[in-house]
Nanobody
Framework: EVQLQASGGGLVQAGGSLRLSCAAS????????IAWFRQAPGKEREGVSC????????YYASSVKGRFTISSDNAKNTVYLQMNSLKPEDTAVYYC????????????????????WGQGTQVTVSS
């Protein structure tokens, strides 16, 4: 059974940090890129970041660049999203998704071209 298990969300004050985890199982992790998305109430889904297992290339939305860092532990089949200097506008449900091979579809804005989608984890940043 394919699973993408996102965890690590919570309530944090502005300026604080959280680390999200996306644990993958049921597919060959090394053959996929993992991306993070977020969706706030009443807003469209936003691509946050992506990392390719093949070459460790990374992509960041301009809204999070310099504050968020994506990383991958291939031995644990887990991708992390370290979120620092959090702002109230970062409040959203965060999801992880798997794209075959690399972040090409993600970087091209083809967000619906994922192969697997996980459940979300809530991040709330208070002002």
């Amino acid at each position: 059974e394919v699973q993408l298990q996102a965890s690590g969300g919570g309530l944090v004050q502005a300026g604080g940090s959280l680390r999200l985890s996306c644990a993958a199982s049921g597919f060959t992790f090394d053959n996929y890129a993992i991306a993070w998305f977020r969706q706030a109430p009443g807003k469209e889904r936003e691509g946050v970041s992506c990392i390719s297992s093949s070459d460790d290339s990374t992509y960041y939305a301009s809204s999070v660049k310099g504050r968020f860092t994506i990383s991958s532990d291939n031995a644990k089949n887990t991708v992390y999203l370290q979120m620092n200097s959090l702002k109230p506008e970062d409040t959203a449900v965060y999801y992880c998704a798997a794209f075959f091979l690399d972040c090409s579809y993600y970087s091209g804005g083809h967000y619906d071209s994922y192969d697997y989608w996980g459940q979300g984890t809530q991040v709330t940043v208070s002002s």
